[in-house]
């Protein structure tokens, strides 16, 4: 299923050792188990799991000798297709662990951007994934495929010509450049839509969240669209966008997102940036937790940090707490809080059945009288300059 770029055939090679050490950061126990549910979110069979400690990654093959011995060795007891590391690898490390283990070496860059190529369906989710794909196969070219280094030859071919490495380079560097200029293209369109919809006044709402949170869920029981829902990482990529009816308000525009995960690389960050536009763009996010998870309040810090990094962590939020049937929560029940300003800041409920919807209708209700009250009042210096077109933000 993979290779060194993180491609293989599927169905040839579906069996993993995964490899996670504790470089004394905290959280190693919680890391490990993200990384099982990867693997199995991309069909793969866990046979083993090796587990270390060390101040710092070696630089050689990043983990020590004796360590690279131990997987040997279970590599040898499981026969195991693919080793995979919860770390980033870099390309001499990973090529100096394929050489000494016999065996296809991935780390977890290549390990998310496989599931996010098996599950892009959309156009522009695909041309989004293989830009990614090629960004980082373009690091691993540096020195992971020495054996590419050799000279053109042959009759009437002779002399310094182009080595084929150097041609790889070449044609992944025209390729990005074709794919990053329709993506480019798929952005303006995008832009013109939204500025359709900042004409007509339209409240615009993202879902966001950590993977695996209840999104999709919740976007399917809001708009009652059909959208793919599953209970492993990253189960849905394309952002889906409908309007939601909203009672004595009128309609809003709503789209689900693709989900966050703790280091994402950021290949697939900068490749999916025309995408989490429409989160950038947005008057209020919706932010999905998953209430039952014991490292809820890290997922919490880790979307609010890439938020940050997208430029969205300015916008409103109201943090959805999903699955509270599975939770001690459900002793209080379906309800909602509300902050210093009145304002409703927090919602307890189960997009699985549907209890409490009522109340992110009532919150983007109530938005949604804010920004018509807003857009009476007079125009600012800002919106004078811009012709009075500025769009208006509810801030929570």
Known sequence: MLDNSGVQAAGKFNTAILVSLDFGGGMHAERTQELQQLAVSDGLEILAIVEGKRSRPDPRMFVGRGKADEILQVLAQTDASIVIFNHELSPAQQRNLSLHLDCNVIDRTSLILDIFAQRAKSHEGKLQVELAQLEHLATRLIRGWTHLERQKGGIGLRGPGETQLETDRRLIKKRVKLLKEKLATLQRQRKVQRRSRQRMQVLSVSIVGYTNAGKSTLFNRLTRAEAYVADQLFATLDTTTRKLFVSECGSVVISDTVGFIRDLPHTLVAAFRA?????????????????????????????????????????????????????????????????????????????????????????????????????HEEPTDVEKVNGGCATVQVHF
């Open 275 to 375: 995408t989490l536009e429409e989160t950038v763009q947005a008057d209020i996010l919706l932010h999905v937790v998953d209430a039952v998870s014991p490292n809820r309040d890290e997922q919490v810090e880790e979307v609010n940090k890439l938020l940050k990094e997208i430029g969205a962590d300015a916008i409103p939020q109201v943090l959805v707490l999903n699955k509270i049937d599975l939770s001690d929560m459900s002793t209080t029940g379906v309800g909602y809080a509300r902050d210093e300003y009145d304002r409703i800041s927090r919602i307890r409920l189960s997009a699985k059945t549907g209890e409490g919807l009522e109340f992110v209708k009532q919150a983007l209700a109530e938005t949604m009288t804010k920004n018509a009250k807003a857009l």
